[in-house]
């Protein structure tokens, strides 16, 4: 077993070695800093239509701007770049609609993602599949927005398995 002086002797790259194997996160010997995410952005072509799925199928909390809407999900939002909106500050290659790739967690098992997907009238392109996010492995359905943008939802729920028969 390695200790702190060892590891440290062998530089920062054992360090981090060492640490994905044991852990399996790695992470730097740099200071944490005090950020998390705030929002990010997409681009919708139709407002009623992406309203409506944003809110009904993703649970967003609609917010209405002055030009356009923003989609909120507890503490995270969407800002959304729409038809009427003239955003101030651009990647250098725009959101366009169609190309976002957003992964939401599921709060429950997979199944009832599904479920719930399929009384919206949504196609589950892929899944069910084992996924890593955010917080370690998951299993994830695969679905698209109105416009086609790539979404994900992602239990952490482990799956119940059934007892065998005596």
Request: charge should be negative; charged fraction near 20%; include cysteine.
């Amino acid at each position: 077993m390695h200790n702190a002086a060892a590891r440290a002797s062998a530089g920062a790259l054992t360090d981090c070695r060492y640490l994905v194997a044991v852990t399996g996160v790695l992470r730097s010997n740099i200071e944490m800093v005090p950020t998390k995410l705030d929002h990010c952005v997409i681009h919708v072509s139709d407002w009623t239509r992406s309203n409506t799925f944003y809110s009904e199928v993703l649970g967003a909390e609609l917010v209405q701007r002055p030009a356009g809407w923003a989609y909120r999900f507890g503490d995270k939002q969407l800002n959304v770049h729409g038809p009427g909106v003239t955003p101030a500050e651009v990647a250098r290659l725009p959101v366009q609609p169609g190309n976002s790739d957003l992964c939401f967690e599921w709060v429950g098992p997979i199944d009832d993602a599904v479920a719930h997907l399929k009384a919206h009238g949504i196609a589950v392109e892929r899944g069910p599949l084992q996924r890593f996010g955010a917080k370690g492995p998951g299993t994830s359905v695969y679905f698209r927005d109105p416009d086609g943008s790539l979404m994900e939802f992602m239990s952490y729920a482990q799956p119940v398995i059934p007892a065998e028969p005596r």
